[in-house]
C-alpha cells in the first residue's frame, strides 16, 4: 500500500529554520501534486502548500507566504517544505499528502496521508 513518511521536525527558536521531508512508496510519485497541511491542537488540518506534479507551479496559504517553500524531486519520490522565519503560531503537526488533482487545496482532495511530524517552535 501507499506509505508517505514525513521527517525532520523538531524542536526550534522563533525566527530559525528547518526543512521537512515527506518520502512516498507504492506511488507513481510523478503523477500526484504532493501538499502539506498543519495541524496545531484543538484546531482543524490547514492547507499550507501545494505542488503540482511536474513542479511547474506551487500555491501557499497566506500565512506562510514569503516564508516557506515546498519543492519535490520526481526521481527521489520525495517532497519538501522548507521553513523559515518559523514563528510560534507554525507549531503544529504537518502533514504531507498526495492527491490526483492538479492543484488539490482542501484537505478532502487528497488521496493518501502521511503520519505527520511535530514542528514546535518556542518564542
Known amino acids: 500500500q501507499v506509505q508517505l513518511v514525513e521527517s525532520g521536525g523538531g524542536l526550534v527558536e522563533a525566527g530559525g529554520s528547518l526543512r521537512l521531508s515527506c518520502a512516498a512508496s507504492?506511488?507513481?510519485?510523478?503523477?500526484?501534486?504532493m501538499g502539506w497541511f498543519r495541524q496545531a491542537p484543538g484546531s482543524g488540518r490547514e492547507f499550507v502548500a501545494v505542488?503540482?506534479?511536474?513542479?511547474?507551479?506551487?500555491y501557499y496559504a497566506d500565512s506562510v507566504k514569503g516564508r516557506f517553500a515546498i519543492s519535490r524531486d520526481n526521481a527521489k519520490k520525495t517532497v519538501y517544505l522548507q521553513m523559515n522565519s518559523l514563528k510560534p503560531e507554525d507549531t503544529a503537526v504537518y502533514y504531507c499528502?498526495?492527491?490526483?488533482?492538479?492543484?488539490?487545496?482542501?484537505?478532502?482532495?487528497?488521496?493518501?496521508w502521511g503520519q505527520g511530524t511535530q514542528v514546535t517552535v518556542s518564542s
Open positions: 505542488i503540482t506534479w511536474s513542479g511547474g507551479s506551487t
Open positions: 507504492r506511488l507513481t510519485f510523478s503523477t500526484y501534486a
Open positions: 499528502a498526495a492527491g490526483r488533482r492538479l492543484t488539490p487545496r482542501a484537505w478532502n482532495e487528497f488521496d493518501y
